[in-house]
C-alpha cells in the first residue's frame, strides 16, 4: 500500500507544472486584454477628453513610483536570480532568435544576419520535397500506434494490481516491472539491436515461429513499428501504472463496500467505482500525452534506425537532425525545426486548454 | 473470511498467472544478457533457443570489457557530469525558484512569464546547436552541463515545494536581518529539503542517461560520457559487423559476449543504487507533495 501513496506526488507535480502553465497562459490572456482595453481608451481619450492623457501619464509615473521601490527594497532577492534569467535568455531565447536563420542560406562566415536572406524558400524544399510526406506521415502513424499501444496498458496493468491481494506478489511484480526504467536508453537499444540481428533471441523466436528465416529484423523496415512500439510497451508499463495505482489507492473504500453490499460482483465495482474514479487522472494523462506529440524524441529512432529502413522508421525529429547535422543543412534544417516547433506550440496550448476545461469540472 | 464464487475464484488465478506472466516476460531479457555475459563464447555460439543457464562458464569477456580503457574513462567522465552537471543545475534551478516563489515581488509575474514560455516554444535542435557552437563551448566539459543548466519542469517542482514554506519564518529571519541568500539556505532550504532531494535525483539520473547532447556537442572522445562509448559498444559495432565480417569466428563469438559483459558492466551499478535511492525518493516526493 506505502509504496503505491508515496507515488502520488508524482502526479502532484505534473499537476502543479500544468496549473502553473494554465495560470500563465490566462496572465498573457488577461495582459492582452489590458492591451486592448488600454489602446481603445487611449484613442478615445486623445480625441475627446486631453485631461484623462495626463491622468493616465500619472498612473504610469506612479506604476514606475511602485517598481522602482520594488527594486530597491528586494535587488538583493532579485540578484539570486539573476543566473537563472541569464540562462533563460542566453539558452532559451537565444536560439529562438537563431531560428532567423530558417529564412536565409546560412553559412558558418555569413552568420545569421550576413547569410542571404530567401524568404520561405527553405519552408517550399521541405514541403515539396517527398521527404515531407515521409516523416509527416511516420511521425504520426509511429504516435498514434504510441498511443494506443502504450497508452492504456499501464492502466490495465494497475487495474490488475489493484486486485492482487498477496503483498509481496504484487511488490514483486512491480519491482520487475519498474526494472526497465532504470535502464539507460542507450542500453535499451543495444539490447533491442543485439535480439532482433540474425541471430538474436527475438529473430530466433520468430523464426521459429514461422518458420521462415527473418534474417536482421531491423533492416526490414516493416519490423520497425513493432519493434518500437513492444520494446516501448516493455520500457514503460510499470513505471507509468504508479500513477494510476496510486489514483486508485486514493479512492474511498466505502464506496466498494456499498457497492459490494448492492450486490455489485468484481466486473461491476471495476466498471462502477474504480474506473469513474481514476477517470480523471488517465483524461489528464491522455490530453499531457497528446500535448506531447510533436516531441517525441530522436532518441530511440536514431538509435535503432539504419539507411535501410529510413522510408518507415524516419520521423520529423531525426530528419531533423540527419539534416543539420550530419549533413550541415543548417537552414533547412532550422526551418523543419520550426515547422515543428509551430505543431508542438498549438498541441502544448490545446493540451492545455482542454484540461483547464475538464479540470473545472473535477480536478483542481 | 470472505467467501468466494468459482467466478471469482477463477479470476484471481487467471489475474495472478497473467501478472506473473508478464513479470517474466519483462524480466527474461535482462537475465538472458545476465546469462550470455557469463557464458563460454564459442559454445555460447553454437546455441540456439533461450538460455536457462550459462553456456559453459568464463570470464574472458568480462576482463576484456574491464580493461578497456573507453569504460574506465567514459565512468569517470559520466562521474563529472553527473556530479558538477547536477550541482549546476541545482545552484541555477534553487535559487530561480526560490526567487519566484515568494510572494510580493513586482516582477515575478513577467519572470515566471518568460519561464513558461519556453514550454510553449523552442528554438530548436539547429539553433541551439549553432549557439553553442558560437559560444565556444562545443568540445569543452561544459557542453553537457550549461545548455540543460535548467530544467523547465523541475523548476516548478521546485517552486511549488518551496511556496509551501511559511511566509511567517522568513518574515520572522528578515526582521533579524537575514539576507535572502541567508534565509534561502538556512529557512526554505531545510524545511524543503524532500523536495530538493527529489530534483536533485532527477538531474543526476538525467545526466547519467544522456548521450544525445554529448553527440552532438563532443568531437574528442576523451570527453565522452559512458553512454556513448556504450552506443559505440553496443550498436555501432553491430552495424559494422553487419556489413563487413572481417573478423575471425572466435573473435566474433567473443566481441557478442563483450556485447552483454558491457551492458552489465554498465548497468549494475545504478541497479544497485537504485533500491537504496528509490527509499529516500519516494519518503521525499511525499513531504514535497503536501502542498500541491
Not at chain 1, 532577492?77 to 537565444?94: E, H, K, N, R, S
Not at chain 1, 532568435?97 to 553559412?107: E, K, P, Q, R, S
Not at chain 2, 567514459?74 to 543545475?89: E, P, Q, W
Request: charged residues 15%; neutral net charge.
Amino acid at each position: 500500500m506505502q509504496t503505491d501513496f508515496t507515488y502520488c506526488p508524482l502526479q502532484t507535480a505534473e499537476k502543479s507544472v500544468m496549473v502553473e502553465v494554465e495560470r500563465m497562459s490566462e496572465g498573457l490572456i488577461a495582459c492582452g486584454k489590458k492591451i486592448e482595453e488600454k489602446e481603445w481608451s487611449g484613442m478615445d481619450l486623445k480625441t475627446h477628453d486631453g485631461s484623462a492623457v495626463l491622468a493616465e501619464k500619472g498612473k504610469f509615473a506612479s506604476a514606475m513610483d511602485i517598481l522602482a521601490r520594488d527594486l530597491r527594497r528586494n535587488w538583493s532577492t532579485y540578484l539570486l536570480a539573476l543566473p537563472g534569467l541569464v540562462f533563460y535568455i542566453i539558452f532559451m531565447y537565444g536560439p529562438m532568435y537563431g531560428v532567423l536563420i530558417a529564412f536565409n542560406d546560412y553559412t558558418p562566415s555569413g552568420g545569421i544576419w550576413n547569410s542571404p536572406w530567401v524568404g520561405l524558400d527553405n519552408f517550399r524544399e521541405f514541403f515539396g520535397s517527398p521527404f515531407f510526406g515521409r516523416v509527416f506521415s511516420n511521425t504520426i502513424i509511429l504516435n498514434f500506434l504510441l498511443l494506443v499501444f502504450t497508452f492504456p496498458a499501464p492502466i490495465i496493468l494497475a487495474l490488475m494490481l489493484n486486485e492482487v491481494r498477496a503483498m509481496w506478489f504484487k511488490k514483486t511484480v512491480q519491482t520487475i516491472t519498474y526494472l526497465p526504467h532504470f535502464i539507460s536508453m542507450v542500453v535499451i537499444c543495444g539490447m533491442i539491436v543485439d535480439f532482433t540481428s540474425n541471430r538474436g533471441i527475438i529473430t530466433q523466436l520468430l523464426n521459429f515461429l514461422t518458420g521462415g528465416d527473418h534474417g536482421n529484423l531491423l533492416s526490414n523496415a516493416n519490423m520497425f513499428r513493432p519493434i518500437y512500439v513492444i520494446s516501448e510497451v516493455w520500457q514503460k508499463i510499470g513505471w507509468d501504472s504508479i500513477i494510476y495505482l496510486a489514483a486508485m489507492a486514493g479512492l474511498d473504500m466505502e464506496l466498494y463496500e456499498a457497492a459490494e453490499i448492492d450486490g455489485a460482483g468484481k466486473i461491476r465495482q471495476l466498471f462502477a467505482v474504480t474506473l469513474p474514479g481514476i477517470a480523471s487522472t488517465v483524461v489528464i494523462m491522455l490530453i499531457l500525452r497528446i500535448g506531447s506529440i510533436m516531441s517525441l524524441g530522436a532518441d530511440k529512432v536514431i538509435l535503432l534506425y539504419n539507411e535501410v529502413i529510413y522510408e518507415k522508421a524516419d520521423i520529423i525529429s531525426s530528419y531533423i537532425y540527419r539534416q543539420g547535422l550530419q549533413r550541415s543543412n543548417y537552414s533547412l534544417s532550422a526551418a523543419v525545426g520550426l515547422v515543428n516547433s509551430g505543431i508542438n506550440c498549438v498541441l502544448v496550448f490545446l493540451a492545455n486548454f482542454f484540461s483547464r476545461k475538464f479540470s473545472e469540472n473535477s480536478l483542481w | 473470511m470472505i467467501k468466494r464464487t468459482p467466478l471469482q475464484s477463477a479470476f484471481i488465478v487467471v489475474n495472478t498467472a497473467v501478472l506473473a506472466a508478464l513479470a517474466l516476460v519483462t524480466l527474461y531479457p535482462l537475465l538472458y544478457v545476465v546469462l550470455a555475459s557469463f557464458s563460454n563464447p564459442t559454445l555460447f555460439a553454437k546455441h540456439t533457443g533461450p538460455l536457462f543457464w550459462t553456456q559453459g562458464f568464463s570470464l574472458d569477456a568480462y576482463k576484456v570489457v574491464l580493461e578497456k580503457p573507453e569504460i574506465l574513462t567514459g565512468y569517470g567522465n559520466t562521474l563529472f557530469y553527473v556530479i558538477v552537471g547536477t550541482a549546476v543545475n541545482m545552484a541555477f534551478t534553487i535559487s530561480l525558484a526560490y526567487v519566484t516563489s515568494r510572494p510580493g515581488l513586482l516582477l515575478n509575474k513577467p519572470i515566471m512569464l518568460l519561464i513558461i514560455f519556453t514550454m510553449y516554444f523552442n528554438g530548436g535542435l539547429i539553433p541551439t546547436y549553432l549557439l553553442v557552437q558560437d559560444l565556444g563551448l562545443v568540445d569543452t566539459r561544459w557542453a553537457p552541463i550549461l545548455p540543460t543548466a535548467i530544467s523547465t519542469f523541475n523548476l516548478i517542482i521546485l517552486r511549488t515545494g518551496f511556496a509551501g514554506v511559511p511566509a511567517s519564518l522568513e518574515e520572522a529571519a528578515k526582521i533579524d536581518g537575514a539576507s535572502p541568500f541567508r534565509i534561502m539556505v538556512k529557512i526554505i532550504f531545510p524545511l524543503a529539503m524532500p523536495t530538493i532531494a527529489v530534483i536533485i535525483l532527477y538531474y543526476a539520473v538525467q545526466h547519467w542517461n544522456s548521450w544525445f547532447q554529448e553527440m552532438i556537442y563532443l568531437r574528442n572522445d576523451d570527453l565522452y560520457p559512458l553512454q556513448l562509448f556504450l552506443r559505440q559498444i553496443l550498436i555501432e559495432n553491430q552495424q559494422d559487423d553487419m556489413v563487413m565480417a572481417t573478423k575471425t569466428a572466435d573473435q566474433q563469438a567473443l566481441g557478442e559476449i563483450i556485447k552483454y559483459s558491457t551492458i552489465i558492466v554498465s548497468t549494475v551499478p545504478i541497479l544497485l543504487v537504485y533500491p537504496f535511492l528509490q527509499k529516500y525518493f519516494t519518503k521525499g516526493v511525499m513531504i514535497g507533495a503536501v502542498k500541491g
